[in-house]
């Protein structure tokens, strides 16, 4: 619940945390438990939470599925999922854009902005979060013009921020490693760096513009700790959550197990 991962966060030295808002790869869900909210609420900053929490959108949502079945399932669950986090105002609903599947970039793009013209609140309180994408088969996301696309088509826009993964765009083709503030300035063009609400702090397995999307952990992939740290602390983006999505260690004590890397790489991040 969500008052479990809030003291799970000050465990780990981490002042916000992303979670699932049902089964990531499938889509049930929990009933909404009233009173652990509000446990949450009320304990937010002894645990340390000072901004905004992420939710993140199960997998399985493809909003620009070819199957018109598979597309409503997507509205119900983002329009769904968007009522719940109502009760924890403010806060953050990241989503893959989706996958063409075939269709075309075009008519991706015209379905996710269909599906987020149709669920979107002038009144409501939570920002839904665009994730830059690696590109994978026939991912929607990949170029910053693409993100700027779905902008252009959606009604109240204002709703909509950016989540920039490390990971996915390295594997994309934009060279972080060598030329961030040059990434940065492409995308201020297209979509003004304002719109960066938050960051995948990820490492990469695979070369610049892979187009694979394969997580590493901090310091042991193709993009390296001094880039990540750099991005970590730079000065235009203050306050703004950082979620590690890296990959679970082998457990030394225990060969069938994984732990965490999280409060390692949270506390080595953090060194200025």
């Given at each position: 619940?969500?008052?479990?991962?809030?003291?799970?966060?000050?465990?780990?030295?981490?002042?916000?945390?992303?979670?699932?808002?049902?089964?990531?790869?499938?889509?049930?869900?929990?009933?909404?438990?009233?009173?652990?909210?509000?446990?949450?609420?009320?304990?937010?900053?002894?645990?340390?939470?000072?901004?905004?929490?992420?939710?993140?959108?199960?997998?399985?949502?493809?909003?620009?599925?070819?199957?018109?079945?598979?597309?409503?399932?997507?509205?119900?669950?983002?329009?769904?999922?968007?009522?719940?986090?109502?009760?924890?105002?403010?806060?953050?609903?990241?989503?893959?854009?989706?996958?063409?599947?075939?269709?075309?970039?075009?008519?991706?793009?015209?379905?996710?902005?269909?599906?987020?013209?149709?669920?979107?609140?002038?009144?409501?309180?939570?920002?839904?979060?665009?994730?830059?994408?690696?590109?994978k088969g026939s991912e929607i996301g990949r170029s910053f013009e693409e993100l700027a696309a779905i902008y252009d088509g959606v009604k109240y826009n204002?709703?909509?921020?950016?989540?920039f993964d490390t990971c996915h765009v390295n594997d994309a083709g934009y060279d972080i490693v060598n030329d961030f503030e040059g990434v940065m300035e492409?995308?201020?063009?297209?979509?003004?760096?304002?719109?960066?609400?938050?960051?995948?702090?990820?490492?990469?397995?695979?070369?610049?513009?892979?187009?694979?999307?394969?997580?590493?952990?901090?310091?042991?992939?193709?993009?390296?700790?001094?880039?990540?740290?750099?991005?970590?602390?730079?000065?235009?983006?203050?306050?703004?959550?950082?979620?590690?999505?890296?990959?679970?260690?082998?457990?030394?004590?225990?060969?069938?197990?994984?732990l965490p890397p999280y409060k390692e790489e949270i506390s080595l991040l953090l060194q200025k």
């Amino acid at each position: 619940g969500y008052a479990a991962m809030g003291r799970q966060a000050r465990k780990l030295g981490a002042n916000t945390f992303a979670f699932f808002t049902r089964n990531p790869r499938g889509g049930s869900v929990k009933a909404l438990d009233e009173a652990d909210v509000a446990e949450f609420l009320d304990k937010a900053a002894e645990n340390g939470v000072e901004g905004p929490i992420v939710a993140h959108a199960p997998y399985t949502m493809n909003a620009c599925a070819a199957d018109p079945g598979l597309r409503e399932f997507a509205q119900n669950m983002m329009r769904d999922d968007l009522a719940r986090l109502e009760h924890t105002p403010g806060n953050y609903y990241n989503f893959h854009p989706g996958s063409h599947v075939q269709q075309g970039v075009q008519t991706g793009v015209a379905l996710i902005t269909a599906q987020l013209n149709s669920v979107l609140l002038p009144g409501q309180r939570t920002m839904v979060l665009l994730e830059t994408m690696a590109g994978k088969g026939s991912e929607i996301g990949r170029s910053f013009e693409e993100l700027a696309a779905i902008y252009d088509g959606v009604k109240y826009n204002d709703k909509l921020r950016i989540c920039f993964d490390t990971c996915h765009v390295n594997d994309a083709g934009y060279d972080i490693v060598n030329d961030f503030e040059g990434v940065m300035e492409q995308f201020d063009k297209r979509l003004g760096k304002d719109q960066i609400a938050v960051f995948h702090i990820n490492d990469s397995k695979n070369s610049m513009g892979a187009g694979k999307d394969r997580h590493a952990n901090i310091g042991e992939g193709t993009i390296g700790f001094d880039t990540l740290r750099h991005i970590v602390h730079h000065p235009d983006f203050p306050g703004i959550p950082r979620i590690l999505e890296t990959p679970y260690r082998p457990d030394p004590e225990n060969p069938d197990k994984t732990l965490p890397p999280y409060k390692e790489e949270i506390s080595l991040l953090l060194q200025k």
